[in-house]
């Protein structure tokens, strides 16, 4: 029988993991309202808890992800997945034993910290992974990530419904320590960063350098705004809808988006290859500004449907080209830094979204604020076509 090349042997492995680690994160972070419930937290507190949690987990993971990135591209890509991985498998079982809204604050903090499987993992494949073939094994990592996004709230609804959300927490931590385990004697990283030959900067340095590169600054602007349009939009669905769908129904429409991101990923990586990256980032973020003003515009569940699932397709098409932009344009010994800068800043628009459209929402309506985000988005494909043209002319 013939063997298999190790780059093979890591796409297979890593994308199982990745698929697991996803399913993981998504058995419980959509029921958190409910085991903030089963913590004993009162009802009318919830709501203050679910989002200082996911605030505080979304800025520890803001400051610590360049971090990383920077010790992944010195020391190994491996290490970071390792790294990633115990420490998310600890803390979900911390999750498990913890029985009081404060204490799931501290672990979701620790987590947000030292989290990063997925972008470790991605890293790695592009670092390992022939040049001919990186493209189409780093969008297939995303569509199993985009897979078991999809997964998870199906199958954390029916286990939590059996069992309690708190148990669930358990499932998710056995999952991704199993994952991890895989990876140690199942992944090979050949292609190791060598520190000795490294230039020797600060975190401050590589930060700064990455604004001094064209590409980078482009990508890092473009990743906040996909953070500002796919945030500003997918927590206010069943606000938007005035919560006229039943919890099967939400749960139909909060997957879409990670459903088209599955059937779409390998085309929107070919479609990128064979015209330009930045076109299909142009096609992506006009698209999604569409998508985001027809939604505004909707109430009927089955149209609203149909916008979701083309909001995904466009919102794939973003993140598949970010990553494959970045894979082929940045040097090896700095991609894992860009791409977790890149991390840093598309969770601030995560952050500042939800925040923003909140208070606008609650003053002037879902159909306005999505309206607001849908021509944000439109304008920052505008600009975006109008700086690359311009940039093609000045050539």
Same mark, same amino acid.
């Given at each position: 029988?013939?063997?298999?090349?190790? @780059?093979?042997?890591?796409?297979?492995?890593?994308?199982?993991?990745?698929? +697991?680690?996803?399913?993981? @994160?998504?058995?419980?972070?959509?029921?958190?309202?409910?085991?903030?419930?089963?913590?004993?937290?009162?009802? %009318?507190?919830?709501? @203050?808890?679910?989002?200082?949690?996911?605030? +505080?987990?979304?800025?520890?993971?803001?400051?610590?992800?360049?971090?990383?990135?920077?010790?992944?591209?010195?020391?190994? &890509?491996?290490?970071?997945?390792?790294?990633?991985?115990?420490?998310?498998?600890?803390?979900?079982?911390?999750?498990?034993? +913890?029985?009081?809204? #404060?204490?799931?604050?501290? $672990?979701?903090?620790?987590?947000?910290?030292?989290?990063?499987?997925?972008?470790?993992?991605? /890293?790695?494949?592009?670092?390992?992974?022939? #040049?001919?073939?990186?493209?189409?094994?780093?969008?297939?990592?995303?569509?199993?990530?985009?897979?078991?996004?999809?997964?998870?709230?199906?199958?954390? %609804?029916?286990?939590?419904?059996?069992?309690?959300?708190?148990?669930?927490?358990?499932?998710?931590?056995?999952?991704?320590?199993?994952?991890?385990?895989?990876?140690?004697?199942?992944?090979?990283?050949?292609?190791?960063?060598?520190? #000795?030959?490294?230039?020797?900067?600060?975190?401050?340095?590589?930060?700064?350098?990455?604004?001094?590169?064209?590409?980078?600054?482009?990508?890092? $602007?473009?990743?906040?705004?996909?953070?500002? +349009?796919?945030?500003?939009?997918?927590?206010?669905?069943?606000?938007?809808?005035?919560?006229?769908?039943?919890?099967?129904?939400? %749960?139909?429409?909060?997957?879409?988006?990670?459903?088209?991101?599955?059937?779409?990923?390998?085309?929107?990586? &070919?479609?990128?290859?064979?015209?330009?990256?930045?076109?299909?980032?142009?096609?992506?973020?006009?698209?999604?500004?569409?998508?985001?003003?027809?939604?505004?515009?909707?109430?009927?569940?089955?149209?609203?449907?149909?916008?979701?699932?083309?909001?995904?397709?466009?919102?794939?098409? $973003?993140?598949?080209?970010?990553?494959?932009? /970045?894979?082929?344009?940045? #040097?090896?010994?700095?991609?894992? &830094?860009?791409?977790?800068?890149?991390?840093?800043?598309? /969770?601030?628009?995560?952050? /500042?979204?939800?925040?923003?459209?909140?208070?606008?929402?609650?003053?002037?309506?879902?159909?306005?604020?999505?309206?607001?985000?849908?021509?944000?988005?439109?304008?920052?494909?505008?600009?975006?076509?109008?700086? $690359?043209? &311009?940039?093609?002319? %000045?050539?």
């Amino acid at each position: 029988m013939k063997k298999i090349p190790y @780059y093979q042997s890591n796409i297979i492995v890593l994308g199982v993991c990745i698929f +697991c680690c996803a399913v993981s @994160y998504q058995l419980i972070m959509p029921f958190f309202p409910k085991l903030l419930a089963e913590l004993g937290a009162p009802k %009318g507190d919830i709501s @203050y808890w679910t989002g200082l949690i996911f605030s +505080c987990q979304s800025a520890a993971f803001m400051v610590a992800a360049p971090l990383w990135g920077k010790v992944g591209d010195t020391y190994g &890509r491996k290490k970071m997945i390792l790294r990633a991985g115990f420490v998310i498998s600890l803390s979900y079982f911390a999750m498990f034993l +913890c029985r009081t809204p #404060e204490q799931l604050l501290v $672990i979701r903090v620790v987590n947000g910290f030292f989290t990063g499987f997925i972008p470790a993992s991605i /890293t790695l494949i592009s670092t390992n992974t022939p #040049e001919e073939k990186v493209l189409p094994y780093v969008a297939a990592a995303q569509m199993l990530s985009a897979a078991g996004t999809l997964a998870g709230p199906a199958a954390g %609804g029916i286990l939590g419904a059996l069992n309690g959300f708190q148990s669930v927490v358990l499932i998710g931590a056995g999952a991704v320590f199993l994952s991890t385990v895989a990876v140690i004697f199942f992944v090979k990283e050949i292609n190791m960063p060598h520190p #000795e030959a490294a230039e020797k900067t600060s975190l401050w340095q590589d930060i700064a350098l990455s604004f001094r590169n064209p590409v980078i600054k482009q990508l890092v $602007i473009l990743n906040f705004f996909q953070g500002i +349009c796919t945030q500003g939009v997918m927590p206010f669905i069943i606000i938007h809808l005035e919560n006229s769908v039943s919890e099967f129904m939400s %749960g139909i429409l909060y997957s879409l988006p990670a459903s088209a991101m599955v059937f779409t990923a390998q085309r929107w990586s &070919r479609l990128g290859k064979k015209y330009s990256q930045y076109m299909m980032l142009v096609v992506g973020y006009i698209g999604s500004g569409a998508a985001i003003l027809l939604l505004a515009n909707v109430h009927n569940t089955v149209l609203f449907a149909v916008f979701m699932f083309l909001f995904g397709v466009m919102n794939s098409g $973003i993140t598949t080209n970010l990553t494959a932009k /970045t894979v082929s344009s940045i #040097e090896e010994d700095f991609r894992g &830094r860009a791409l977790s800068i890149q991390s840093t800043f598309q /969770t601030l628009g995560n952050v /500042t979204a939800p925040v923003t459209v909140g208070v606008i929402t609650k003053t002037h309506g879902t159909a306005f604020s999505f309206s607001i985000v849908g021509v944000i988005t439109l304008l920052c494909g505008a600009v975006f076509f109008w700086v $690359i043209t &311009r940039k093609k002319k %000045g050539e």
